[in-house]
């Protein structure tokens, strides 16, 4: 499942003035030399954000220098000086920025949170809870997200004294007083998945459910967790009654449709993604859309979806090998091959590109490109090689590439025991070369005793069996139901 695409907030914050931005950082090279340079509060607050959205730590604690030295009493200054030191484990020297700035505004929560949290990172536990109520307290005053932030370190607080109970206690109470307050969910289904404890998060949720059945918003978590259990159909049962309750949630929506996208009911899936999107600065639902096109070989479709959002590529890893595919659908490898490679100078170890590349080679008729690929990985990442040996073998065997076929046999057989392994691929090719009932019952039969080694082989070494045979797809639904069992 994908998560919620949405890390365009900072980038809006520090786009909105670029103008004034770009001046800020020509003074602030200025500072080296001349520290009478002087900014206004608002560059300061600009460079000190984009400095930590580059991991400029350094640059980062200059400008907070410099801004308390224009605007010693500047509390928002103070603030993230502590938050400096706090980056830097210096817990003594924040506390003692926390409590100057505490001086300056003593009934401010965000301070009086900020001194919990670095208290619990002392271990001052009892301390920290006494920040914690009394930011709470103060918070009533001010927006929403401010009450959540603290209700949210406040269950880190106990968290961390390993105390899970009280902690999502208190999540509770801060969704009774901040109605539809989704981070807090999310921060009680963290909790849970901190400890390990899953199922008690089933078992919550339902109880939630049960004296909450109109809420949309526990329907929601119940779906999530149940995706993290692996309960797939318990998961969309949960999230088709969020529905039911809010039809216009966008993240019911995006979930539903990740569910039926691995159901391969592309066309649904398509639908629920297409309610999902949260602005129209949300471009991630865009990628999906294409994904499900691209699964139904509707490369122009994708490709009208890639577009879109095309000026977002930098934020979405699978853009190129995406865009590639498109065109691989529609029968165009040479447009295909320039994406394929663009995604693997991006990430050397990007198998999926690498599949792209050598299919795109294969239908160009250029083995050899194939050969000196698969060669320099065994020369320079043998490692990587390992890891992905079923990826490049499926090649080879679709290829007919058979030398290099049985070169990575013996080459996997040199470093590691995997016949069995090596067995099961071989009864998946016997019927993909010769599809008899027999062959197709033997890999049948092999779905009992490994079933998710069986499918993952069939997938890569015959992939019309598992698409296009109704015998074999019953029978995968019914060891399936019975491994859920």
Known sequence: MFDDFEDDEMDDDLNDDAFDLDGALLKFDLLASDSSVYFSEDEIESLFMHFLFNGEADKQQTIIEHGLYLYPNKVEFLLEKASI???????????????????????????????????????????????????????????????????KS?????????????????????ISKIKECEPLYGQIIHNYLAFGDLNDAEVFFKKRIDEHPYSSLDWMALGKVSEMNKKKTQAKSAFEYALLVDP???????????????????????????SSFKSTDDHYPNICIARCYLAIDNGELARHHLTISEEFLDF??????????????????????????????????????????????????????????????????????IDNWKEFLSIFHASEMNDLFHDMVDFMTDRLDFS??????????????QPSGTNKYTIIENLIHNFDETMENVKLFCPTLYHDDKEFKDAVELYKHNQDE
Do not use: W
């Open 85 to 151: 030191f706090v980056n830097n484990n210096q817990y003594i020297e924040a506390l003692e920025v926390l409590h100057k700035a505490k001086g300056y505004e003593p009934y401010n929560p965000e301070i009086l949170k900020q001194e919990g949290e670095v208290l619990t990172d002392l271990n001052h536990f009892d301390e920290a809870e006494k920040c914690f109520k009394s930011a709470l307290k103060l918070a009533q005053f001010t927006d929403d997200f401010q009450q959540v932030e603290i209700y």
């Open 248 to 274: 216009d949630s966008k993240d019911a929506h995006f979930h539903m449709a990740g569910i039926l996208e691995e159901e391969k009911d592309y066309i649904q899936a398509i639908e629920h993604y297409s």
């Open 420 to 433: 069995q392994e090596i067995n099961n691929i071989y009864d998946v090719i016997n019927y993909d070369k």
């Open 316 to 385: 979405i890893p699978e853009f190129d090998y995406l865009l590639g595919y498109s065109f691989l659908v529609d029968k165009q490898p040479k447009k295909a091959l320039p994406y394929f490679l663009k995604s693997l100078d991006n990430d050397s170890e990007d198998i999926a590109a690498i599949k792209g590349i050598m299919v795109c080679y294969f239908e160009l008729n250029d083995n050899e490109a194939i050969r000196t690929l698969y060669l320099d990985y065994k020369k320079q990442n043998q490692v990587f090689l």
């Open 154 to 174: 406040y269950a880190d607080l106990m968290c961390s004294k390993n105390d899970l109970k009280k902690a999502i206690s208190i999540l509770e109470t801060g």
